[in-house]
């Protein structure tokens, strides 16, 4: 058993501490609406009555709120900042790489060992083998809370020291999941327009999920090499692709901004001479 206090009881911080119950830790919480640690209290968590001294409780203390201003009114007094020196900060609450940079900086003014985390994962996957914590910041701090996060999340790498690492790995693969959602929306449209099942084409796209894995993993290789000269799929080839889901858009006279948006981007990169290079040469136009 180890002691953890977690700050915030949303829907997520919540989870996080119901999950450390389960796993037998000595959970100390605290929330600025205290009535939502009830549940928890009867689970076995103890209630703080500040934030000051949930931190105290503990070697380890997990905020988990809205965003890092949030996190700065509680955090950001003459007792918490006290309570924090010689302890480990975990931050869980949402917040760009710059952000990151800064919360190290100020935990760091506090004496405070600091661990930037983004969770890629939804609070009922919370415990779950798939669930996902991306960390980086202290090392030290990131072995003393490793055994903590690997309770919460059965994937939990680490970047290293550089403490924005995990908030841009986070926003990257936001980037691709919301990038996978808009194709999705207009391929269902697709569908929809052909009287054809967007649920049967879901469920193959989870059958080929693999294959779109290695695509994407090639393309990270080409992109991260610069050898862009011996395509697999060049960027004249995929705009054949894009010409066709235009095409389509016309003839079936459904929304059109999907295919007009990757247009855009295909035309400036043979604008640019680069159509016989591999399709990863697309990211020269967006540099």
Known sequence: MSHVSVIGLGAMGTSIARVLLQNSHHVTVWNRTSAKADPLIKEGAVLAHSAASAISASPVSIIC???YNTSYSILDTEEAKSALAGRILVQL????PQQARDNETWAKEQDADYLDGAIAA???QMGKVDATIFTSGSTTAFQQS???LK???GNVPYFGEQVSAASSTELAFLSYLFGSYLGFFHAARILESDGLRVDAFGSMIAHVSQVVGDVIKYESEVIQTETYDQPNSSINMCMTTVGLLMEQAREAGINDAFP????GLFKKALDAGYGHEELGALIKVMR
Do not use: I, R
């Open 146 to 148: 490793e055994s903590v």
């Open 65 to 67: 709120v809205s965003d």
């Open 151 to 153: 309770c919460l999340a």
């Open 260 to 263: 007009v948006f990757a247009q």
């Open 122 to 124: 939804s609070p009922p």
């Open 93 to 96: 609450s949402t917040g760009s």
